[in-house]
């Protein structure tokens, strides 16, 4: 045998035993019951990617068992975990389609949202999966009162409001900086109207303030001013109102 094969049999043998000691080896399966043990195992030891594989073969094969419904709903979680939440949302969309009746249909429902707002670009885009995982976190609370997941949900759908109420104040200080004063009243009031008790809102009022001063309302806009010093006092959105109000007593 030459150096050369010995060589290359000695560094084979090595790239065989690392791989043995790195790589999750699947063991072989018999049937379908044993391939969702297989998977729950795999799961629970952060094996998604297996997970995946043994469940998708194990729904693919076991369309009229009991627990193709569980499966379904840990192959949605699994998603979630490697982050493709277009896949996620498809799994949990799934679920409540074909079987509503399932226990795992509540969380599904909770982790609906969560695969929506994944998809949420940043806040300088658009926030359509920011809208529809409101949507669907108002669902749950609605349609699952009590569920164990509902604390968690109020505050995802805090958050998520309070995201959107952001953006919404965005646009509307945009209108202002091009001097459209009746869209950016109307952004301002719906941010006003409907995430009111996000941080956004004490923004929004002050938005409209604003709006007031610039056309021409400054009794409305000193007695807006005056509320928002009062409500939120110490907030920078309070120093500003202060600032404004004062500004606005000295031209009158």
Not at 119 to 143: G, S, V
Not at 182 to 188: G, K
Request: proline content about 4%.
């Amino acid at each position: 045998m030459s150096v050369l094969r010995v060589r290359h049999g000695l560094l084979l043998a090595a790239v065989l035993m690392v791989a043995g000691c790195g790589a999750h080896v699947l063991p072989e399966v018999h049937n379908e019951p044993e391939r969702l043990a297989d998977a729950r195992r795999d799961f629970a030891q952060h094996h998604y990617s297996d997970a995946s594989e043994e469940l998708k073969t194990y729904i693919a094969n076991s369309g009229g068992q009991a627990q193709v419904d569980e499966a379904v709903y840990m192959l949605g979680q699994c998603y979630l975990e490697l982050r493709d939440y277009t896949l996620a949302q498809n799994e949990f969309e799934r679920l409540l389609r074909d079987y509503p009746e399932s226990d795992s249909a509540g969380s599904a429902s909770f982790r609906l949202g969560e695969a929506l707002l994944g998809q949420t670009r940043p806040r300088d885009f658009d926030q359509e999966y920011t809208e529809k995982a409101i949507d669907q976190w108002n669902a749950y609370l609605r349609d699952y009162p009590g569920h164990w997941l509902n604390p968690e949900a109020q505050r995802r759908l805090y958050i998520a409001r309070t995201r959107m109420g952001h953006k919404l104040v965005d646009a509307a200080n945009l209108y202002m900086k091009l001097k459209l004063w009746r869209p950016a009243r109307t952004y301002f009031e719906r941010v006003a109207n409907d995430y009111g008790d996000t941080p956004a809102g004490p923004d929004a009022e002050l938005g409209i303030a604003l709006v007031d001063v610039k056309e021409g309302h400054h009794d409305e806009a000193i007695e807006r001013l005056k509320s928002i010093e009062t409500r939120y006092p110490g907030q920078p959105v309070a120093k500003r109102a202060s600032q404004e109000r004062s500004r606005l007593e000295k031209k009158s």
